[in-house]
């Protein structure tokens, strides 16, 4: 069946879990989902395939525009609030490597959390918290002034040298700004889904405050496999050496 | 602080039921998974609980002096690591962190059995 890319979500919080080792991992909850398919964008009529998703939550109607409310009409889908737009797997490739025969998406279909069972990594995207008008130290990590003997702190020093070039460089670092920008964070372990909850557990951070949106895909890029290096087949390389040696022995 | 609902389920499913209520003061043995290879075994580690971190990912902090040596070792309440924790005794302690036995040793590092 065909599958959709990503899903709608909301950052819940942090919290640690305890991976296979013991170790503890921080970890980002969202809630993902239950988004519903609300357009289908079809190569044919828009040059693209896509489907427009929405994020099912408790949204009155009547907060909804008008036109929203008609386009939700159409198809007798649940109001909802935040709308993006995310890829489909391409159909072919993956029906075929599976086997299936090609159900397209279509419009009122759910989307669970549960497109995620088989991934190992997402992207994860949303907007950072807005810092405001942020100086140099915080915004581009500047060193600062020393703290004492009369020295102002928190400055910048020199932006460029004098006569030549009589004009400062583009993308001179300043203070301006901050935060509240369109930020992804790509590939990001999956720690835990919860389906029944529709709840996804991610390692590290995610952009945005608490109950802020975001929008959740399989992951881009995904780290490759490393292979061959030390503690990805073996888990002690002396334990080994030694089983080594006595195999040898019983030869 | 304020946790959302959600994360009080969650949260609330990692919490272990198992581990017995500590205090600081405790003497107590925890017996520690450790992982050899594909082999698994128990090690205990004694020692007084010098102090205790609340909350939903808790932790306690346990002291011992090992060959002259003060070993500290904190454990998370929730830890995966942790197959039991026995109680052995409890002293009678006036404060909630046990810091100031960092500072004795010998005899003075004793504690008061409680009542």
Known sequence: MASVNGILGKKVGMTQLFDDRGDVRPVTVLQAGPCVI???KSAAKDGYDAVQI?????????????????????????PVKFMKEVSIISETAKSAAEGHEDVAVKVGDKVLVDIFQDERFVDVSGTSKGRGFAGVVRRHHFQGGPAAHGHMFQVQGSIGASSFPSRVFPNQRMSGHMGDAAVTVRNLKIRGIDVEENLLFVEGAVPGHKGAYV????????????RGFAGSTTIDPLKAAKKAAAGKAKK | MSISPIMDKVLAKLQRTDIPVLTPGDNVRVHVKIKEGDKERLQAFEGTVIAIN???????????????HGVER?????SKVLDKVEVLRSGKVRRAKLFYLRDLKGKAARLREAE
């Not at chain 2, 904190?74 to 929730?78: G, H, L």
């Open chain 2, 54 to 68: 609340n909350g939903p990912q808790g932790t306690f902090t346990v002291r011992k002096v090992s060959f002259g």
């Open chain 1, 215 to 226: 929008v959740i895909t399989r992951a881009k890029q995904p780290p490759r496999e490393r």
């Open chain 2, 74 to 78: 904190i454990f998370p309440r929730n």
């Open chain 1, 38 to 40: 609300t357009q289908k």
């Open chain 1, 54 to 78: 929405g994020l099912v939550e408790f949204v009155k109607g009547k907060n909804v525009s008008k036109p929203m409310q008609g386009h939700f009409a159409k198809h007798n889908l649940p």
